[in-house]
């Protein structure tokens, strides 16, 4: 009886392991009526956020902190875009470039005490996209995160709640449930990194992190546990309809495999995987 015990144990620690997590959600406006679905995938250092319209797949994030890498794919055009954050960077600053070097080109006709303001403002503007100039990125921006002694169950999960205020803005409502151990399934210290890259890429380019969750600072509270509401300032909320632990396939991380490629520098004609 004590080895089919432990046998049981074993076999349960390999289940749990072998495990990942399928977490469904919704998205309501500010007068209550809900604007979005979203099922997330959690799985061995993997996170996939597919958008649902009409209850079908429509756009999905995958970003998978090994290979460092973002996949965007889109269900309806039936095309994927994937790169690393050093290749957006390397992207939107070749893009920028290209733009400096047209406004460079019509100065020329410009009088000069007009040009030398001009050109202040190009490199202060090159400086912030992260292009060498002479303006530093800014920082990403801090967080304040305090614990409340408010407690909710919410998807069936006992909560609690934090409230969450980014520098210069208003506080948002987060709710945190210990019981969804998603981001076990992540490897902290990458799980930080790539985080990190993520703030200062979107401090950098003024654009938000692709993980698809609407939230500022998804990975901030990941020690806590998994948020399973969200409070917005204007009142929009991201909540947790159902969260299960169980096998990801790891198909489920990758594109369909008859969707074609497309790079983010030029996005028109596909290229075949």
């Not at 390999?14 to 959690?42: K, L, M, N, P, Y």
């Not at 020329?108 to 100039?133: C, I, T």
């Amino acid at each position: 009886m004590r080895s089919l015990a432990l046998t049981l144990i074993l076999l349960a620690a390999a289940i749990s392991a072998e495990a990942g997590w399928v977490i469904d959600q919704t998205s309501r406006g500010e007068g209550g009526t809900e604007s979005g679905q979203q099922q997330v995938f959690v799985q061995g250092n993997r996170m996939k956020t597919v958008t649902l319209a009409d209850g079908k797949p429509s756009t999905a994030v995958i970003l998978d902190i090994d290979a460092r890498t973002i996949t965007q794919i889109d269900y309806r055009a039936r095309h994927y875009f994937a790169s690393t954050v050093d290749d957006l960077r390397k992207t939107l600053q070749g893009a920028q470039h290209a733009g400096m070097a047209q406004m460079e080109e019509a100065l020329k006709s410009v009088p000069p005490e007009q040009r030398k303001l001009v050109e202040e403002m190009m490199r202060r503007q090159m400086g912030q996209a992260g292009g060498g100039g002479a303006a530093p990125c800014p920082e990403p921006r801090k967080v304040n995160v305090r614990k409340t002694d408010q407690r909710e169950t919410i998807a069936g999960f006992p909560a609690v709640r934090y409230d969450v205020t980014p520098e210069g803005q208003p506080a948002a409502q987060v709710w945190v449930a210990a019981g969804i151990t998603a981001w076990r399934e992540m490897d902290r210290e990458k799980l930080r990194q790539f985080a990190e890259e993520m703030s200062r890429f979107a401090a950098c380019h003024g654009v938000r992190g692709p993980v698809g969750s609407g939230r500022d600072d998804p990975f901030r509270l990941a020690s806590e546990g998994y948020t399973v509401r969200t409070v917005g300032p204007a009142g929009r909320v991201i909540e947790v309809t159902q969260a299960e632990q169980r096998p990801v396939p790891a198909a489920e991380f990758q594109p369909p495999a008859d969707f074609a490629r497309r790079t983010l520098a030029d996005p028109g004609p596909p290229q075949q995987r």
